[in-house]
């Protein structure tokens, strides 16, 4: 079965600090894959997608993500946490041979950063 | 949240009735979804539309029916058959998603409440 792991449902870090937001997959193929962030009680955001190409993806808000197939791997970094950063992270993938455009989503990981 | 409006933000209920709950694109996107996000569990996907006149059933459809009779328009109906239907509600939108790496664009939400 298709799936997507977040294996952390809260990451802490300081600001100014770096961060990390795990994801790990299981899906057939080479899938697309995507970030998004959402903020209390608002719809998600898109940060970043991986398509092909460059396994270091840059995104929005200073965000990066990098791909990693051997591992089956996507993670979200940022060099240097901002408070402004705390919400609720999704990672998502779909199957490249999907004709539904449906995604895959992670449970979420809560990033909270701290002055 | 881009060019896609849900309303009403809250939406009360008595079990037993009937809501339907608003999903507006300008994006002149074709494909079309309605999620439903519980804590700790991500989204799950319970209804898409690819083109006008036409929808399929997602990973969770039982005690929920949709209409795609317009391109901008993807109205998702909350029945009485839904066993559990207090949740956040979230609509997106993308360009064809047939094998394609479009990422989706969502709505800000709608939070539904049956007492």
């Known amino acids: 079965a298709q799936s997507v792991a977040q294996p952390e449902d809260q990451v802490n870090v300081a600001e100014g600090n770096p961060l990390t937001v795990k994801c790990t997959y299981s899906?057939?193929?080479?899938?697309?894959l995507f970030w998004y962030v959402q903020y209390p009680n608002r719809g998600l955001q898109f940060l970043l997608k991986?398509?092909?190409?460059?396994?270091l993806v840059k995104g929005s808000y200073g965000f990066e993500a990098e791909f990693n197939k051997s591992q089956t791997s996507f993670h979200l970094k940022k060099p240097s946490a901002l408070v402004s950063d705390s919400a609720l992270y999704f990672c998502a993938v779909r199957d490249r041979s999907s004709n539904t455009g449906k995604l895959i989503f992670g449970q979420g990981t809560t990033l909270q950063v701290k002055p | 949240d881009g060019g896609i409006t849900q309303s009403p933000k809250y939406l009360f209920r008595k079990e037993g009735q009937n809501v339907t709950l608003s999903c507006e694109q300008n994006l002149n996107h074709d494909a079309m979804y309605w999620y439903r996000q519980d804590p700790g569990q991500g989204l799950r996907l319970i209804y898409y539309s690819q083109i006008v006149n036409d929808f399929q059933k997602g990973d969770i459809a039982e005690g929920y029916s949709v209409s795609r009779e317009k391109k901008e328009s993807f109205p998702l109906t909350v029945t009485s058959a839904q066993k559990n239907p207090t949740a956040f509600y979230l609509c997106?939108?993308?360009?064809?998603?047939?094998?394609?790496?479009?990422?989706?664009?969502f709505g800000p939400g709608t939070r539904l409440t049956v007492t």
């Open positions: 899906v057939s193929g080479n899938p697309y």
């Open positions: 997106a939108s993308s360009l064809a998603p047939q094998g394609s790496g479009y990422e989706q664009y």
């Open positions: 991986y398509i092909t190409g460059d396994n």
